[in-house]
């Protein structure tokens, strides 16, 4: 019988790549968040994930290690490649946003190259690559060497240490330093786009960005743009080109009978699902409108409260825009029975924070995948308190066409001299 993946993980290869070259100071073991399933309409949170090995390189002795390979560690007496697909799912979807990655048994290894897409035959430990391989390959494949002064917010450490940053949190600024340096590098504009998760940290991405930057020695001016204003001007010319569109399908979806049968298509969703008690935005087309759908709702859950021969609850639902409703965010938040429903055209679209919503609705045309995927975005963080693990989506305007889609922002003035980060919640 073979050794465990942790006497695996311990007394084989930990040796190897020591011996490679691959000190302590070089590894980093980090853990990941356990995924959240949907099975038969109910969700189950899985355990944490954790990947066996980060490997990083250091410019110098004093400068922040770069993440740039993982390796999934598996039992001695399975295929050297049994973890390969595991370990590659961690580079394929970003979160980790390494190059290099190994799958070992403890004897052999195979090795992925994101760079050329290729996999390996299976190789003895003792050939596996130096940290000064991995590096040569590394900056061969970005086309920037670590020395580079353009590199030089890569290899810049974070104020205060690493102690408080999330796994997810360095990928995504090593991202950004990679980018930037390969356009210096090739005499393009240093532009990068990060999109990332309501509650994924992206104030402490901006924050540290800048800030290794400066200590780089390289940032000039920043300009820190959020939301509003600046959404609108990005989606003014795609609403002008559907001004007569947009206006033939606002003006159907107010009309009573549609406003009706919309609110009690979306009532019966509710009940079939437990109870129309959930907390719940509903995105509208105008303020009135607003006004309209919650009224609607709050008749049919009065109606049903009726049959089911139950005192309503107070406030079921309630308009929250620019014209009012605003002094009800913190019973929508905090409320357990009461405020369930939030009508709204814009007001919640950002900068609103309700981890326990259940439900996103979607009563209005939407044209912008900024705006889009902001609106869902309220619903995406993990609530313990309720046990909400996930949320639902429901598209009576086709909004939901817009996953996937991307959005350019504008090119700025040639004269710009600064350093431009466009904050965007989600």
Same mark, same amino acid.
């Given at each position: 019988?073979?050794?465990?993946?942790?006497?695996?993980?311990?007394?084989?290869?930990?040796?190897?790549?020591?011996?490679?070259?691959?000190?302590?100071?070089?590894?980093?073991?980090?853990?990941?968040?356990?995924?959240?399933?949907?099975?038969?309409?109910?969700?189950?949170?899985?355990?944490?994930?954790?990947?066996?090995?980060?490997?990083?390189?250091?410019?110098?002795?004093?400068?922040?290690?770069?993440?740039?390979?993982?390796?999934?560690?598996?039992?001695?007496?399975?295929?050297?490649?049994?973890?390969?697909?595991?370990?590659?799912?961690?580079?394929?979807?970003?979160?980790?946003?390494?190059?290099?990655?190994?799958?070992?048994?403890?004897?052999?290894?195979?090795?992925?190259?994101?760079?050329?897409?290729?996999?390996?035959?299976?190789?003895?430990?003792?050939?596996?690559?130096?940290?000064?391989?991995?590096?040569?390959?590394?900056?061969?494949?970005?086309?920037?060497?670590?020395?580079?002064?353009?590199?030089?917010?890569?290899?810049?450490?974070?104020?205060?240490?690493?102690?408080?940053?999330?796994?997810?949190?360095?990928?995504?600024?090593?991202?950004?330093?990679?980018?930037?340096?390969?356009?210096?590098?090739? %005499?393009?504009?240093?532009? &990068?786009? /990060?999109?990332? +998760?309501?509650?994924?940290?992206?104030?402490?991405?901006? =924050?540290? *960005? @800048?800030?290794?930057?400066?200590?780089?020695?390289?940032?000039?001016?920043?300009?820190?743009?959020?939301?509003?204003?600046?959404?609108?001007?990005?989606?003014?010319?795609?609403?002008?080109?559907?001004?007569?569109?947009?206006?033939?399908?606002?003006?159907?979806?107010?009309?009573?009978?549609?406003?009706?049968?919309?609110?009690?298509?979306?009532?019966?969703?509710?009940?079939?699902?437990?109870?129309?008690?959930?907390?719940?935005?509903?995105?509208?087309?105008?303020?009135?409108?607003?006004?309209?759908?919650?009224?609607?709702?709050?008749?049919?859950?009065?109606?049903?409260?009726?049959?089911?021969?139950?005192?309503?609850?107070?406030?079921?639902?309630?308009?929250?825009?620019?014209?009012? %409703?605003?002094?009800?965010? &913190?019973? /929508?938040?905090? +409320?357990?029975?009461?405020?369930?429903?939030?009508?709204? =055209?814009? *007001? @919640?679209?950002?900068?609103?924070?309700?981890?326990?919503?259940?439900?996103?609705?979607?009563?209005?045309?939407?044209?912008?995948?900024?705006?889009?995927?902001?609106?869902?975005?309220?619903?995406?963080?993990?609530?313990?308190?309720?046990?909400?693990?996930?949320?639902?989506?429901?598209?009576?305007?086709?909004?939901?066409?817009?996953?996937?889609?991307?959005?350019?922002?504008?090119?700025?003035?040639?004269?710009?001299?600064?350093?431009?980060?466009?904050?965007?919640?989600?």
């Amino acid at each position: 019988m073979g050794l465990t993946e942790s006497d695996t993980r311990a007394k084989l290869i930990d040796p190897a790549i020591h011996a490679r070259g691959w000190t302590e100071e070089h590894i980093r073991r980090e853990e990941t968040a356990g995924t959240v399933e949907i099975i038969d309409g109910k969700p189950r949170k899985k355990a944490k994930g954790r990947v066996d090995y980060v490997l990083r390189l250091k410019a110098s002795p004093d400068s922040q290690p770069i993440a740039i390979a993982i390796i999934e560690a598996k039992a001695e007496n399975l295929a050297p490649n049994h973890g390969l697909e595991q370990a590659k799912s961690y580079a394929a979807c970003k979160r980790m946003n390494v190059q290099f990655v190994f799958s070992s048994n403890g004897h052999q290894f195979v090795e992925y190259d994101q760079f050329t897409g290729k996999t390996t035959q299976p190789q003895p430990m003792a050939y596996f690559p130096t940290p000064k391989d991995l590096q040569i390959r590394y900056e061969q494949g970005m086309g920037f060497d670590l020395s580079d002064p353009s590199a030089k917010p890569l290899s810049t450490k974070y104020v205060g240490g690493e102690a408080t940053r999330r796994y997810y949190q360095d990928a995504a600024i090593r991202s950004v330093f990679e980018k930037i340096a390969q356009c210096q590098k090739r %005499g393009t504009e240093k532009r &990068a786009l /990060l999109s990332l +998760a309501t509650g994924a940290g992206k104030t402490f991405i901006a =924050v540290h *960005l @800048l800030k290794r930057i400066a200590d780089s020695g390289q940032l000039k001016r920043a300009l820190f743009v959020c939301d509003r204003d600046e959404l609108r001007t990005q989606g003014l010319a795609a609403f002008q080109k559907e001004t007569y569109e947009k206006n033939a399908f606002e003006n159907g979806i107010l009309l009573p009978d549609r406003v009706a049968a919309m609110c009690q298509d979306l009532f019966q969703y509710f009940v079939d699902n437990g109870t129309p008690e959930q907390k719940t935005i509903i995105f509208c087309a105008r303020d009135r409108h607003a006004d309209d759908v919650a009224a609607t709702m709050n008749n049919l859950y009065v109606d049903w409260c009726k049959k089911q021969g139950k005192q309503p609850l107070e406030t079921f639902a309630f308009k929250c825009t620019a014209a009012g %409703g605003k002094d009800y965010l &913190a019973e /929508l938040r905090g +409320a357990s029975r009461s405020h369930f429903i939030a009508t709204t =055209v814009d *007001l @919640l679209t950002t900068g609103v924070d309700v981890p326990c919503l259940q439900n996103i609705v979607f009563f209005k045309y939407v044209r912008s995948p900024i705006g889009f995927y902001q609106m869902i975005g309220r619903g995406t963080r993990l609530d313990p308190p309720t046990g909400k693990l996930m949320f639902r989506i429901y598209d009576y305007t086709n909004a939901t066409d817009l996953f996937g889609r991307t959005f350019i922002t504008r090119k700025p003035r040639e004269d710009a001299d600064f350093f431009s980060l466009s904050g965007h919640e989600k």
